[in-house]
């Protein structure tokens, strides 16, 4: 049966809430601490001896929140990436010049363990086995520059109807001339685009190659002991 | 001098406006940043301005430009100025109280040359956002929130080179940045002269950096240029200014010159459609439309002139002779009574003629509902407590519900307006009053966050109803006091509404009694049913009583009874939700009762049906007054129901009646029987909640016992029949409304409570 809402879980909600407000731009160090903070209470709550056992929905919730906050955070690193991204097209001369982004606080190690306590790094694209997207759609996107065609419905008056049409032609090419020149314009800057996406595609097709190298290196480093060769004898340890 | 007091020059442009003026002037008494001068460059004007300057002597510095040109003033002020950083308002505009602390603040880091932040437009229909972090284009394309029907003719996107910019009525610059290339150009009589100067400043390499704080709260008024709210303006400057800046921005930004052409033409050709636009709304008359395209034609081509033909007009010596030398002193505007100044209204520019003893308090008060929007209970309540604070000299600031986000001034209070955004909490989705609350609740706490950082506010007052301030009180970030009004709980008791929204909606409320800096409850009645409905113990020294007040009606709008005129008919009201809690059954049995044994009598009952709510119609299937159609239908004819009724016509109904009745079951305080002694009305009432702290028995009026339609009948009887005691009682009962329950004597009171809990939550808080 399921538990009513309790005055404390509220509260609690209320807690998280001013928690993930408190997520500034320049301060990202602090808010990763705040995260792992209320995941080792939450899971304190959940799993200490002694205390009730918590109920699945519960732990879910939790997990939610968490998930929430992370979620923050990555959207706020996404914006200071973005920060960096103008400053080096700025510093390139490609953008009006405008105050540096801040810089997030460094990331403390958590007490006692030594380990840092930023987010774990994903996985190798090799080994969490996705596919890089868009690697096939960037190959076949369409390199056609923007058109627009003239097209003058003509006028079916009698005498002056041709004329009319020929008027109308000609503030048609007027109007096609000046939305060509944009046209233009955002063609240059599709094939911009389309330069960039190939050339990451291309660097990340690159790595990921390494990566795969890499990793048949390492696995043909790690084989069990009865397999490893004897080094004992040898005056010099293998590099 | 350290960087933490970097100096600021404040310029004022101003030219024939000087009540705006006056109300700038006052309302910079109270910033926050004392290390600033003003300088006033005063335009031709032929009204009182040099009067009001003349009562700033010696705190204000008084500069003169011929002409009607805001670059050359501006370039005036600014060759005057001796702080660090200069920064511009306009003069009908009001900062907010820590706009220079923001300001100074942003400029401690060294690369920054230019800021400004955001203008909220008061606007008496449609106030909103009129500036936050506008972009300009090289060719004067605005990405703007006041972006409007005129920016999207022209076709938009092809300049090469797009900036932020400020407003003009809040922008500020290092001064030695804005001298380095020239301050401003003197072309721009009008309008677009902050737009180029950014466009100046990033192509000097400069770093501008408008911000979301550091607000200006902008009046427009009326000027040589412009009739306020209207669509009388000059547009054709608008042109001459686009065009121009266009020319020489989009030249200076390696824009093509066929580019720069067309958009010329696409300025001059939108100004025209817009004059058309206006001509079709009615706004402009036919011979005005064709002036203003002349004008406007005439406009574009002046412009394309000095823009592609003729030099800048920019300052002549664009430097500070030796910028390494100690910058000249300022002459502090604030003097030393600035801090103990009264708030300013800063529409009316009405300011209390009161001194104080101590600097005056900066309050932000809740209300959920607020008029002139909505006026019920709580809203009516808050409106009063911020007259009262404000005409004690207190600065007030009202958060409430709203469509939109925007600011409004009423009667001497901000009024922030907050949507209602259901962005968080989404777990209680199927608890709607829960929910609700709770997104409001959190939505207020962000704007407390902006108050105390742009306007410094020392103390938040949350009504317990909907639990306004709970979010705030659980940050902990300011003082929360709690005002003890008829709780959810109580009502959901008495509805019989046991549903899981009630309960935790009733929960809540008791959190945030418990997390309360002080509470406030109207009446000892209150105070002990909240004891006993949450189970709650506040210690003595965290509870005061203040009884309500009201604002008294001027002697001759009260109607006391008149003993010796001969009287056709009696009558008898009730205003009030019509509603069980408020008694009106027993209302309904005691009339007939009445009628029997009073001839010439009639019951007039004002207010809202509430059956719907209160579950009666769901009992019965029927409304409060068709209930008694049928139920004493012989007796219909001498009850009239009018519903829910405005404001004047409440007025009228206090003055026209000869007794009041409202016999509530319970009522926290009960500022109706006020509103009734307010015209010198006898009043009956119940022995239930706070009624007997307002009511004196046998003084004021009467009280009987709750749900007794029979002793209520008695009561109203023996009034009715004593024309003397009519009028006894109910001058007895102005007497006690101009002193005991008087609006400034309920705010001297709040005041107090606000000031001892500021002093022992922070001691070093400034009271």
């Known amino acids: 049966m399921k538990e009513p809402i309790t005055a404390e879980q509220v509260l609690q909600d209320i807690e998280f809430e001013l928690i993930q407000g408190m997520v500034p731009h320049d301060e990202l160090g602090a808010a990763i601490q705040a995260v792992r903070r209320f995941q080792n209470q939450a899971r304190a709550d959940a799993f200490s001896p002694g205390r009730r056992k918590a109920e699945y929905r519960e732990i879910a919730s939790r997990q939610f929140q968490i998930n929430d906050m992370l979620l923050t955070l990555l959207q706020e690193m996404a914006a200071q990436l973005q920060t960096l991204q103008l400053e080096l097209r700025r510093a390139a001369g490609l953008l009006p010049a405008s105050p540096p982004p801040p810089i997030p606080a460094p990331v403390a190690p958590e007490p006692g363990t030594g380990r840092p306590t930023g987010p774990s790094l994903p996985l190798p694209i090799a080994e969490s086995g996705r596919v890089p997207p868009g690697v096939g759609a960037i190959a076949s996107m369409p390199q056609e520059p923007l058109r627009v065609e003239l097209l003058v419905r003509p006028v079916r008056l009698p005498l002056i109807g041709r004329w009319l049409t020929r008027l109308r032609a000609a503030f048609h090419s007027l109007a096609l001339f000046y939305v060509g020149r944009l046209a233009d314009q955002q063609t240059a800057v599709n094939r911009a685009v389309w330069e960039s996406l190939r050339e990451l595609n291309q660097a990340l097709v690159h790595q990921q190659q390494q990566l795969q190298a890499l990793h048949e290196q390492w696995s043909a480093r790690t084989v069990g002991p009865d397999e490893s060769p004897d080094h004992s004898a040898d005056p010099m340890p293998p590099p | ?767």
């Open chain 2, 1 to 767: 001098m350290s960087t933490a007091e970097c100096t600021v020059s404040v310029i004022i442009n101003t030219s024939e406006r000087a009540g705006p003026l006056r109300t700038l002037l006052r309302a910079l008494e109270h910033q926050s940043y004392p290390f600033f001068e003003v300088i006033v460059v005063v335009g031709p004007s032929h009204d009182d301005t040099e009067k009001v300057l003349s009562e700033y002597e010696g705190r204000v510095r008084v500069l003169h430009c011929p002409r009607a040109n805001l670059g050359q003033s501006r370039n005036i002020g600014l060759a005057a100025a001796h702080g660090e950083i200069v920064a511009f308002i306009d003069d009908d505009a009001v900062p907010s109280r820590c706009w220079l602390e923001q300001l100074a603040r942003l400029f401690r880091d060294p690369d920054l040359d230019a800021t400004g932040g955001v203008v909220y437009l008061v606007h008496p229909n449609q106030p909103a956002v009129q500036h936050r972090i506008g972009i300009i284009s090289s060719l004067a394309e605005q990405v703007d929130v006041r972006r409007s029907w005129l920016d999207q003719i022209v076709p938009p996107g092809t300049g090469r080179q797009w900036v932020a910019r400020m407003m003009g009525t809040n922008m500020a610059f290092r001064r030695q940045a804005l001298r380095t290339i020239g301050g401003f150009d003197e072309y721009f009589v009008w309008v677009f002269d902050d737009a180029d100067i950014a466009l100046r400043l990033a192509n000097a390499g400069k770093i501008i950096h408008p911000v979301l704080e550091a607000p200006v709260y902008h009046v427009p008024a009326s000027s040589r240029r412009r009739v306020a709210f209207t669509y009388n303006v000059r547009w054709w400057i608008h042109t001459r200014s686009a065009v121009y800046i266009t020319i020489k921005n989009g030249r200076q930004a390696g824009d093509s010159l066929c580019s720069i052409l067309l958009r010329c033409l696409h300025l001059i050709h939108g100004h025209w459609l817009w004059s058309g636009q206006l001509w079709r709304d009615k706004q402009l008359t036919f011979s005005q439309l064709w002036r203003m395209r002349l004008a406007e034609l005439w406009s574009g081509v002046d412009g394309m002139v000095h823009g592609f033909l003729l030099p800048r007009r920019l300052m002549t010596g664009t430097a500070d002779p030796d910028p390494e030398a100690d910058p000249p002193a300022i002459q502090p505007f604030q003097s030393g009574d600035s801090a103990r100044q009264p708030a300013v209204d800063p529409v009316s520019g009405y300011r209390p003629a009161i001194s104080l003893p101590d600097p005056p308090l900066r309050i932000c008060l809740l209300s959920s509902a607020y008029p002139p929007a909505q006026y019920e209970g709580v809203g009516r309540l808050t409106h009063l407590m911020a007259q009262g604070l404000f005409e004690r000299g207190h600065t007030v600031h009202v958060i409430t519900r709203g469509e939109r986000e925007q600011v409004a001034f009423y009667d001497g209070a901000y009024v922030h307006q907050l949507p209602t955004r259901l962005e968080r909490y989404g777990r209680y989705q199927g608890l709607p009053n829960l929910y609700y609350a709770l997104n409001h609740s959190h939505a207020v706490y962000e704007k407390v966050r902006r108050l105390i950082l742009n306007e410094g506010i020392q103390i938040v007052d949350s009504p317990l109803w909907q639990f306004d301030g709970l979010v705030t009180a659980v940050s902990g970030v300011i003082p929360v006091v709690v005002r003890l009004v008829t709780a959810l709980r109580q009502i959901a008791a008495l509805h019989g509404d046991a549903h899981d929204d009630a309960r935790l909606v009733g929960e809540m409320e008791k959190a945030l009694i418990e997390r309360a800096s002080h509470l406030l409850p109207n009446t000892q009645a209150t105070l002990e049913t909240v004891r006993q409905v949450y189970g709650v113990a506040p210690a003595a020294d965290r509870v005061t009583i203040v009884p309500y007040g009201i604002i008294p009606v001027p002697d001759d709008q009260v109607r006391p009874f008149n003993p010796d005129a001969q009287t056709d008919r009696l009558t008898v009201l009730y205003v009030g939700r019509l509603e069980q809690r408020k008694g009106i059954l027993d209302l309904f049995e005691a009339i007939p009762l009445v009628l029997r044994q009073v001839e010439n009598v009639r019951f007039v009952i004002a207010g809202a049906d509430n059956s719907q709510h209160d579950g009666f119609q769901r009992r019965t299937g029927v409304t409060y007054p068709a209930y008694f159609a049928s139920r004493y239908a012989r007796y219909a004819p001498d009850v009239e129901f009018l519903g829910s009724v405005s404001e004047e016509t409440l007025r009228r109904l206090y003055q026209s009646c000869d007794l009041f009745v409202a016999p509530s079951l319970f009522e926290s305080f009960g500022l109706i029987y006020l509103e009734a002694m307010n015209y010198a009305k006898p009043v009956i009432g119940c022995y239930g909640g706070g009624v007997p702290e307002v009511i004196d028995h046998g003084v004021t009026g009467l009280l009987t016992e709750p749900g007794a339609p029979r002793a209520l009948a008695d009561a109203i009887v023996s009034l009715l029949r004593s024309p003397q005691k009519l009028y006894e009682m109910g001058m007895a009962g102005r007497e006690q409304v101009l002193h005991r329950f008087h609006y400034l004597t309920m705010a001297d009171r709040f005041a107090q409570v606000y000031r001892s809990v500021i002093q022992r939550e922070n001691p070093s808080g400034g009271v």
